[in-house]
């Protein structure tokens, strides 16, 4: 899966070149991802990766591209299985959507006003020249195939993107979703971002996900092989896990077929069954020490090839109820590369990578490799930190 052929590779990048020279942007935009942008991610790809000692999702587009590339948030009006009674009610006890992006509080507007909006906020904002469409809010494959089409389609036809990438759970996809997605290889990055949060089904019925691991597994079988990118999200800090519980959720991801990883801090919002889980007293919250070392052990358990999408989660002030330090998401972000740093470790030092290999683009013969090797196991079982 995820080959990027000589053909596509160049397409992608003349495409981004095409926007960079067009200079048809003048204006901000919203994302809530925090490697896409980053003002700090200003080096080449392979010295960046040297020097974060992960595989940053900026760098890997800058290296794809030739341009900053940053994403772009939209709302389409989906809802989601653990909403409407199709798998449960009530959503997972951690969800208030508004927490996500700040046009989930609205109603949707069409996808094209809310891409050339948000592509206009951005190039006012950051320097970046291409876009990936990111349909973010609840499910965004949980409705008829033609309405998934229609949708996927004026995304891709708004000047400037070069990408588009669907969020949604591993219960909500099946092959003709697959196909719809997958068709649109040709045309740029294409990535599926699937909500597993635990390895744990334990912790999945505490958190009302409702659906198992063994979900995600099939979500992700079906999928590779497929010209589209998997990235999958994880929650550190759910009620009921320990440190050992937490890595290994992400031991066996890094025996999947995945090519990236978001890792979000469990945090808790207005109005949702945590936050009076919360203020019960019957939740214990990270520290941010004890979130930055454990973001640390994860990335030394995951290939090389891995993109690291995010490494944090925050939410709009007004939404958050705790933990307050998560707001401060540059310093919680220069802790976990401080950390790093400290422990002089980088991803995947765990299963035997030497941080060069962080240097390497990524290519199916070097995934391959890598994910052989994860699959051998941790080479230095004793994780630091
Ligand atoms: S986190 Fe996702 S799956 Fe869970 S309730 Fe919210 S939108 Fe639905």
Redesign the pocket.
């Known amino acids: 899966m995820q080959l990027i052929s000589g053909s596509r590779r160049r397409h992608a990048l003349n495409r981004g070149r095409a926007v960079r020279r067009s200079g048809r942007y003048n204006g901000p935009g919203t994302t809530s991802d925090a490697f896409a942008g980053n003002s700090r991610d200003r080096l080449l790809p392979a010295v960046d990766a040297m020097k974060t000692r992960y595989r940053a999702f900026g760098a890997y587009l800058r290296e794809r591209f030739g341009c900053r590339v940053h994403k772009v948030t939209i709302h389409a009006g989906f809802?989601?299985?653990?909403?409407d009674g199709t798998r449960g009610t009530?959503?997972?006890t951690?969800?208030n959507?508004n927490g996500f992006s700040p046009n989930t509080r609205l109603e949707p507007a069409a996808v094209r006003e809310q891409l050339t909006d948000g592509i206009a906020r951005i190039r006012r904002r950051t320097r970046a020249e291409a876009f990936i469409a990111y349909f973010q809010?609840?499910?965004n494959t949980h409705g008829p195939v033609e309405r998934l089409k229609a949708l996927y389609d004026e995304a891709w036809n708004v000047p400037g993107v070069v990408g588009m990438a669907v969020g949604t759970?591993p219960d909500c996809i099946d092959e003709p979703r697959l196909e719809l997605i997958a068709g649109y290889a040709a045309r740029g990055e294409l990535w599926i971002e699937y909500?597993l949060q635990s390895w744990h089904d334990r912790t999945l019925k505490a958190i009302?996900?409702?659906h198992t691991a063994a979900e995600f597994v099939r979500a992700v079988e079906m999928t590779r092989g497929r010209d589209i990118r998997i990235c999958a999200h994880t929650i550190l800090g759910l009620p009921g896990e320990d440190r050992a519980m937490m890595l290994e959720t992400h031991r066996r991801l890094a025996d999947l077929p995945i090519d990236g990883i978001k890792i979000h801090l469990l945090h808790v919002m207005r109005d949702t069954p945590l936050e009076a889980d919360y203020r019960r007293g019957n939740l214990r919250l990270l520290s941010q020490e004890e979130y930055v070392r454990l973001v640390a052990d994860v990335l030394e358990l995951l290939p090389p090839h891995v993109v690291i999408q995010r490494m944090h989660a925050d939410a709009p002030a007004d939404v958050l109820v705790a933990p307050d330090w998560c707001l401060d998401k540059a310093r919680v972000l220069d802790d976990i590369r401080q950390e790093l740093v400290r422990r002089d470790t980088w991803q995947g030092r765990a299963l035997g990578f030497a941080r060069e290999d962080l240097a390497r683009p990524v290519s199916p013969r070097q995934r391959a490799f890598e994910a052989a090797i994860a699959s051998r196991g941790p080479a230095d079982p004793e994780i630091k930190g």
């Open positions: 809802t989601c299985p653990n909403r009530g959503g997972c951690f969800c959507n809010a609840y499910s759970r909500g009302n996900r409702c």
